[in-house]
């Protein structure tokens, strides 16, 4: 295992957790685990490919982790540098108790993790809640953001929630069902899918969630999720969408799951309005973990689009 700095190596039980972990995903999870120290925590992350090329920068959301990009991983290491960083909380990633775990919180790690990496002309790939964190830092640093890539996502204000989302946010039982019982990643493994995981797959969405501690940031997402001018993270949300206009002349390309009963096609429109020259390619098969029903399609789709806008990098010589 690596630290981002050279210097600092994650604490013995982080480093044993993630080595746990991957031990009962085996081939199915095969990345070099590599850890940055952001402010709370340590942030788990991939770093595949050349250093050289340009970053496909992959960012998840609740209640997944990097394994929801695997297929990616794999299938553009070859030609881009892919990295695909654990929000605190989740996946690989150190679970510290008593973190602020807000949307605010996530971008700062976001932020720290690119300036210490010095990553640049990056190509987003947003899911969830990778679609405000990932906006959040674009806006802080548009220079160092060329390109997105919006899967199922949001990063703006909607009126919309499901009720097993509302049902998730119930005051003290929300809780015990979504932190104490798993509710919530049990749901996500059958519900965020439009055909059925394999054995494979849904013990890897599950493997870093199995105990109370381990799905604090999962209840902490589902309670700052921002629906109106009371909220925490309102503020935070409200100046990202402000910000979207900034990128509405860069490449961009919404690749959609048109049966999620999440982030709907509604969302999809929604991101048009910010951005009336993104492509969007939707996959009428998928849903919620598109990765997951459509990968091929997926993978296809961004290869098409990234070809269609290579970056100066990218450029014959």
């Not at 999870?29 to 925590?41: R, T």
């Not at 997105?148 to 097993?164: G, I, Q, T």
């Not at 009371?230 to 402000?242: R, T, Y």
Request: positive net charge; hydrophobic residues 45%.
């Amino acid at each position: 295992m690596t630290a981002t700095n050279g210097k600092a190596r994650p604490a013995a039980d982080v480093a044993q957790r993630a080595r746990t972990i991957r031990g009962r995903l085996g081939t199915a999870w095969p990345y070099e685990p590599h850890f940055h120290h952001a402010g709370g925590g340590w942030m788990h992350y991939v770093d595949e490919g050349p250093r050289d090329a340009p970053v496909l920068l992959c960012l998840h959301g609740n209640p997944s982790w990097g394994f929801l990009y695997r297929r990616l991983v794999a299938a553009f290491s070859g030609s881009y540098r892919v990295v695909v960083p654990d929000h605190l909380g989740c996946g690989l990633s150190e679970c510290p108790r008593g973190w602020r775990y807000d949307l605010c919180g996530h971008i700062d790690n976001l932020e720290h993790l690119v300036r210490s990496l010095d990553l640049g002309e990056l190509t987003l790939i947003l899911h969830d809640w990778g679609g405000a964190i990932g906006m959040g830092m674009a806006v802080r640093h548009p220079v160092r953001v060329a390109r997105v890539v919006v899967l199922n996502s949001a990063a703006f204000p909607f009126s919309r929630m499901p009720w097993r989302i509302r049902v998730a946010r119930a005051p003290l039982l929300g809780r015990l069902a979504v932190q104490g019982l798993g509710l919530f990643n049990r749901g996500a493994v059958r519900t965020a899918v439009a055909r059925p995981l394999t054995g494979e797959a849904r013990a890897g969405y599950l493997a870093p969630y199995g105990s109370w501690a381990e799905r604090e940031a999962v209840w902490r997402f589902v309670e700052d999720i921002p629906m109106g001018v009371h909220a925490h993270s309102w503020p935070a949300l409200v100046e990202i969408a402000d910000g979207l206009s900034r990128f509405a002349s860069r490449p961009a390309c919404l690749i959609w799951g048109e049966r999620d009963w999440c982030f709907t096609p509604a969302f999809a429109r929604r991101w048009r309005e910010f951005w009336p020259r993104a492509e969007a390619e939707m996959i009428a098969g998928a849903g919620h973990w598109l990765t997951e029903d459509e990968p091929d399609e997926v993978v296809a789709r961004l290869g098409s689009f990234l070809e269609r806008h290579p970056l100066p990098s990218e450029a014959p010589a």
